[in-house]
T-cell receptor, first 116, second 112 residues
Framework: DQQVKQNSPSLSVQEGRISILNCDYT??????FLWYKKYPAEGPTFLIS?????DKNEDGRFTVFLNKSAKHLSLHIVPSQPGDSAVYFC???????????????FGKGTLLTVNP | KAGVTQTPRYLIKTRGQQVTLSCSPI?????VSWYQQTPGQGLQFLFE???????NKGNFPGRFSGRQFSNSRSEMNVSTLELGDSALYLC???????????FGPGTRLTVT
């Protein structure tokens, strides 16, 4: 059962426009969400995170929105640049009562292509 | 500050052999976690270590094991390799459990 889903395998946008990457989750215990970017032959690079006590976190061109009732989060990149072309992974973790469970559960990724 | 380093970067093994992968975390980071990336399954959690103790474990068979040393460096071992173990193995470090993880470049393991 896939607990973190990225339903769009790929997304193509024009340089300068907004890129919106979506992620849905099913486990209501998840309380910490992260976005990673991955270039071929490199490990994932941490981009931005959000705790479940917030609904928005912004860092430069990157903004993550969290809608807990819908179990949905999105990553907005504005303006998009050709160098942003990469695979973007959404990840989530949970802290269970009585212990810790910080393992990250990843989505399968979305390939973003930003065209010049 | 140097990033997460993983050795070797590429490895070719045959079925039935065993393999050990190494990970050196960012200086000062005490948590190390391991992930397997395959085209069909994406990134899957293997296990996480903190202060030389395994804190979390994913749903992988017992052939996959790991350990962490007092200097926070970690090793992952896979015994009796199978063709399906061919994957990119990624190591990530963080200051503490639950923090944002910083990944290494990975070890590409090919089992023939």
């Amino acid at each position: 059962d896939q607990q973190v889903k990225q339903n769009s395998p790929s997304l193509s946008v024009q340089e300068g426009r907004i890129s919106i990457l979506n992620c849905d989750y099913t486990n209501s215990m998840f309380d910490y969400f992260l976005w990673y970017k991955k270039y071929p032959a490199e490990g994932p690079t941490f981009l931005i995170s959000i705790s479940s006590i917030k609904d928005k976190n912004e860092d430069g061109r990157f903004t993550v929105f969290l809608n807990k009732s819908a179990k949905h989060l999105s990553l907005h990149i504005v303006p998009s640049q050709p160098g942003d072309s990469a695979v973007y992974f959404c990840a989530a973790s949970a802290v269970c009562s009585g212990g810790s469970n910080y393992k990250l559960t990843f989505g399968k990724g979305t390939l973003l292509t930003v065209n010049p | 500050k140097a990033g997460v380093t993983q050795t070797p970067r590429y490895l070719i093994k045959t079925r039935g052999q065993q393999v050990t992968l190494s990970c050196s975390p960012i200086s000062g980071h005490r948590s190390v976690s391991w992930y397997q990336q395959t085209p069909g399954q994406g990134l899957q959690f293997l296990f996480e270590y903190f202060s030389e103790t395994q804190r979390n474990k994913g749903n992988f068979p017992g052939r996959f094991s790991g350990r962490q040393f007092s200097n926070s460096r970690s090793e992952m071992n896979v015994s009796t390799l199978e063709l399906g173990d061919s994957a990119l193995y990624l190591c990530a470090s963080s200051l503490a459990l639950g923090e944002g993880r910083y990944f290494g470049p990975g070890t590409r393991l090919t089992v023939t």
